[in-house]
Every structure is written in structure tokens, then in C-alpha cells.
């Protein structure tokens, strides 16, 4: 369950939950990018698969649709306790840097501001996790200097979106990871986004991608998609 405090490092969740992570011996993690606008369908993902994981981190283009789903969860207990204790996410070239939501305090409704960074890094089970959307950095034409970033931002992990493709390659101890679009894949794909686990200290990761497809009785399925 998320406490839906914005910690001065941008991260959401309480300080005790955002240090406490850090020490895991194990940790899960939902990846999601790319939603532009399908809040339902990320809706689903959350109540399907957050409650089984340490951290949601969201890789842009669609930041206001995760904020719409946080302010959802304010008012629905049954997605407020499947909430991840710590949420991250980073802007896209669709996303605004400030967002304003509403949030319920004694009856009472007020606006916060919301701040929304260029890149996160987080801390989980002992490994570094630097993220952002990847327009920046030339993702369309490859991952080369999201790789040089391995070792210039010490990062063991580094998700990335933008591409609307899922992409999943492991170099010695390090993961590079595109979850994928939620909304609009290219390539061939379905739509789709990624969980990954792993064991603290430097053992490999294992990384499962999984589709969205149209329930026949209404909402949404999931299912594994090899890439």
C-alpha cells in the first residue's frame, strides 16, 4: 500500500517505504510505458499485477493517466491497498513537468502539485534502477549511450521507453528494458508491458512481458508475450 506522498526525491511513498525497499533480499517490479490516455487499460494492470510487487515505475507518455489511476485509488479502497509502496515515474516528449490532482483530506477537496523529472533513479533489493523515456538520449537509433550510462550513473538497471517496442537485454550484472506501449506499440508488436524480478546482490533478473487483450465479458486479459 502507497502512502501517495511525493518525497523531495520525487518518488511516491513514504520515507520509511522508499528506505525500506532498498534493503530487500528480493524485489519485483512492475515496468509500464507509453499509455497515451488508456487509463482503463493501466487500471487493469495495476489491480492485476501491483499486489505482488515492490515498485510500479512509469517510463512517460502518459504520466497523467498514472496520476488519474493514483487519484482513483484515493477514493477506491480495493485499488488503494494494491498499491506498490513506492510508485516512480519520469516525463515523456508528451508530458508536462508540473501536474495538478485532487486530493481528499477531511471532506475536503484541495489541488497538490505533482512535479514530474527528466530521469528517476531508485534504489531496490541493493541495485541502482535509472530510468527515463529515452527521446533524449537517440533510442530510436539504439541503445548506445543508454549503455555508456551503466557506468556513468552507477545504475545496475535502466528502463527506458519512447520506442513503443519491447526490448529486453542483460550484459554480465546489468538489464537494459523498454516495457513496450501500452497503447500504440510499433514493430509488429502487441501492446504490452513488462514485470521484473530479481534476487539482491548481482544473480540475473527474470524479465516477463505480458499483452492486453479485450476481455469477451467486458475489462481486460493478460497474457505472457515472448520477445
Avoid: W
Amino acid at each position: 500500500m502507497n502512502a501517495l506522498i511525493q518525497q523531495p526525491s520525487l518518488l511516491v511513498g513514504s520515507e520509511e517505504d522508499i528506505k525500506r525497499i532498498e534493503q530487500l533480499n528480493s524485489a519485483s517490479i512492475l515496468a509500464v510505458s507509453d499509455t497515451h490516455g488508456a487509463v482503463d487499460e493501466l487500471e487493469a494492470i495495476l489491480r492485476a499485477f501491483c499486489a505482488d510487487c515492490d515498485a510500479f515505475v512509469f517510463m512517460g507518455d502518459g504520466v497523467s493517466d498514472v496520476l488519474t489511476c493514483l487519484e482513483r485509488a484515493a477514493q477506491d479502497k480495493s485499488l488503494f491497498e494494491i498499491l506498490p509502496p513506492v510508485i516512480a515515474f519520469v516525463r515523456g516528449n508528451g508530458d508536462a513537468d508540473t501536474y495538478y490532482i485532487n486530493k481528499i483530506e477531511e471532506d475536503n477537496i484541495a489541488q497538490v502539485s505533482v512535479q514530474v523529472p527528466d530521469r528517476q533513479m531508485l534504489r531496490i533489493a541493493g541495485r541502482n534502477l535509472l530510468f527515463m523515456h529515452g527521446h533524449r538520449h537517440g533510442v530510436d537509433l539504439g541503445t548506445e549511450t543508454l549503455t555508456a550510462a551503466v557506468e556513468t550513473m552507477d545504475a545496475d538497471m535502466i528502463f527506458f521507453g519512447h520506442t513503443h517496442r519491447p526490448f529486453c537485454e542483460e550484459t554480465n550484472a546489468s538489464l537494459l528494458l523498454n516495457p513496450g506501449s501500452v497503447l500504440r506499440p510499433r514493430g509488429g508488436f502487441p501492446p504490452s508491458f513488462a514485470v521484473v524480478s530479481f534476487p539482491g546482490e548481482t544473480e540475473r533478473y527474470n524479465t516477463e512481458f505480458f499483452t492486453i487483450k479485450d476481455s469477451v465479458f467486458g475489462g481486460f486479459n493478460f497474457k505472457t508475450l515472448e520477445i
